[in-house]
């Protein structure tokens, strides 16, 4: 059973670079979320998704673009990365409402 | 909009001791979850704990429990007999029942456990 799983765990890249951040879940969840931490701010929302094609935005989604085409994949691209955006990113997915978030292992970006 | 807040930073217990985490939240439904997260040095993010707003009695797992004073909005995390892989960062956590709303968490306590 893979639960939640996250590539690249270890990600550099270079200003103004596109990037992806992969997600995929095998447990069928109907939610999936995307965090940053950084130090000082704990864990803040990029975007979440209720189901496959509907996303919305959480507190930072300023740079950042998803998509879910699939009930298991939530990719996450940084379109033109920034340095500000060098960050540790987690994946998330919740079965409803009800019920607490699974996380996956995070992915430790560097932005040069 | 729901904020969670603690307001340790950073804490230290002796092994085998019991130390507690406070959280307070600000929210005006009277129904939500909340749960406490453990982050140890491997970054993975843990449930420790879970607790439903409509039930009184406090919930409990092993060695964790909380103390859940609806009315005055704290949620705190007491850690008995505290062992050296407790030491994490905790995180609390916030969830409405209204919408799709994802979890709202504070900012964290680093634990650190003395042998």
């Known amino acids: 059973d893979a639960g939640i799983t996250q590539s690249p765990r270890y990600k550099i890249t270079e200003t103004g670079r596109q990037v992806t951040l992969m997600c995929h879940q095998t447990?069928?969840?109907?939610?999936m979320f995307w965090y940053r931490q950084d130090l000082g701010h704990g864990l803040r929302l990029i975007y979440y998704?209720?189901?496959?094609?509907?996303?919305d935005k959480g507190e930072v989604p300023d740079g950042y673009v998803v998509s879910r085409s699939k009930t298991e994949n939530f990719p996450l691209t940084l379109e033109s990365a920034t340095r500000s955006q060098t960050s540790v990113y987690f994946c998330a997915s919740s079965r409803d409402t009800y019920n607490e978030q699974f996380f996956g292992p995070g992915t430790r970006l560097t932005v040069l | 909009a729901q904020t969670v807040t603690q307001s340790q930073p950073e804490m230290s217990v002796q092994e085998a001791e019991t130390v507690t985490l406070s959280c307070t939240y600000d929210?005006?439904?009277?129904?939500?979850?909340l749960f406490w997260y453990k982050q140890p040095p491997s970054r993975q993010m843990i449930l420790v704990i879970r607790?439903?707003?409509?039930?009184?009695q406090n919930a409990t797992e092993n060695r964790f429990s909380v103390n859940f004073q609806k009315a005055a909005k704290s949620f705190s995390l007491k850690i008995s007999d505290s062992q050296l892989g407790d030491a994490a960062m905790y995180f609390c956590a916030y969830r409405s029942l209204t919408g799709n709303t994802p979890l709202v968490f504070g900012k964290g306590t680093r634990l650190s456990v003395i042998a």
């Open positions: 998704s209720a189901a496959a094609d509907i996303t």
């Open positions: 607790q439903e707003a409509y039930k009184q």
């Open positions: 929210t005006s439904e009277s129904d939500y979850y």
């Open positions: 447990w069928s969840h109907s939610y």
